[in-house]
């Protein structure tokens, strides 16, 4: 039911911003067009399917958004990952039952995940080499985050082999001829590919002329190369601007379905009524060191963190059209999902 993100077709801010004020959600059913049943807060919400209660289903808990940057094979600085530790953190993801979704789908609630699994995005900034490249045969280089997501899927059947790549100018070391087919390569593979600014630039000092032109310098190459626009948008540094609505969208050039930050801690479900699109939450890729309290705050320790809770833990349910979760957690639901809610 879930569409894949980044399809090359030639599509509107306008038209995007129809969606962005968006709740498709399952109803992405969205993909299928179904109405939003008519239902009020005192409608009775049915019971969970059995299948739904086995997997001990619970679609208002947290998904993890890991934040990568250069993907090395010797890392030089403290964001930098290496390509092993990328392959151990993501090989780790899908010995959990962790399902990769993209930004794209997370927004919009197209979380179409099998039942007992738990959605995790993963998300790289700032378009480095070391993300992808393409060898002389047409395939993701060795080493490249793309590579190691593909040989971590064939290892692990069910591990669904996309992410969400943040562009700034420089398009993973490539000239405009590379960087238009290894884009279209992405975009046929089901990565999706947001917009992180033309220059990586702090935004919250900037001016609205200023943000307007940093964003939407980058919207108009990544349309130009790949005839569509970004759905979503990630702050550089995680810093917002002095008003949010100037990178939301701008009129004729990008209008986005959400933002997100640079963060410290899992987001919560879109469909809790406390999701807020424009400030999503991110986790740096990072093992329990003491910088930036990696101890408590970055990848490793969050994922440990909800290994040992899992009923904090986003559980799918494994139908698409359908929000199950405890009926204890009944009044964090947002009230557009109340029609396709079930609990147990």
Not at 41 to 54: K, L
Not at 150 to 165: D, H, L, S, W, Y
Not at 228 to 255: L, M, N
Request: overall charge neutral; hydrophobic content about 35%.
């Amino acid at each position: 039911m879930a569409q894949r993100a980044g399809a090359a077709s030639q599509v509107t801010p306008t038209a995007q911003a129809a969606k962005a004020g968006i709740t498709p959600g399952p109803g992405a059913p969205g993909a299928s067009g179904s109405a939003t049943p008519s239902v009020t807060v005192s409608t009775p919400i049915p019971a969970a399917a059995a299948a739904a209660v086995a997997a001990k289903a619970n679609e208002l808990g947290q998904i993890p958004v890991l934040m990568y940057h250069r993907i090395m094979k010797k890392p030089e600085l403290s964001l930098d990952r290496s390509s092993k530790e990328l392959y151990d953190e993501l090989t780790g993801l899908a010995k959990d039952g962790y399902y990769p979704i993209t930004a794209a789908e997370f927004v919009s609630g197209r979380i179409d995940v099998p039942a007992g699994r738990h959605p995790v995005v993963l998300t790289f900034d700032d378009s480095t080499p070391g993300h992808f490249g393409l060898d002389p045969q047409g395939n993701p280089a060795p080493d490249t985050a793309v590579a190691v997501i593909e040989q971590v899927a064939r290892e692990n059947p069910g591990f669904r082999p996309v992410a969400t790549f943040y562009l700034n100018k420089e398009l993973f070391g490539m000239d405009d001829t590379q960087a238009a087919a290894g884009l279209r390569w992405l975009q046929q593979h089901g990565f999706e590919l947001g917009n992180h600014t033309v220059s990586h630039p702090s935004l919250s000092g900037m001016s609205e002329k200023g943000v307007h032109k940093e964003i939407g310098d980058m919207e108009d190459r990544i349309v130009r190369l790949t005839g569509a626009h970004a759905t979503t948008f990630a702050y550089p540094f995680g810093a917002v601007p002095k008003k949010k609505a100037w990178a939301e969208k701008q009129d004729g050039r990008y209008a986005f379905q959400g933002i997100f930050l640079a963060g410290w801690r899992p987001s919560i479900s879109p469909f809790d009524a406390d999701f807020d699109r424009w400030n999503i939450d991110r986790v740096r890729s990072e093992g329990k060191i003491k910088e930036n309290d990696c101890t408590k705050y970055c990848s490793t320790a969050w994922l440990e963190y909800l290994d040992k809770n899992p009923g904090e833990r986003y559980t799918s349910d494994g139908d698409p059209n359908t929000v199950t979760f405890p009926k204890a957690a009944e009044d964090r639901l947002a009230k557009q999902y109340r029609g396709f809610a079930r609990t147990y």
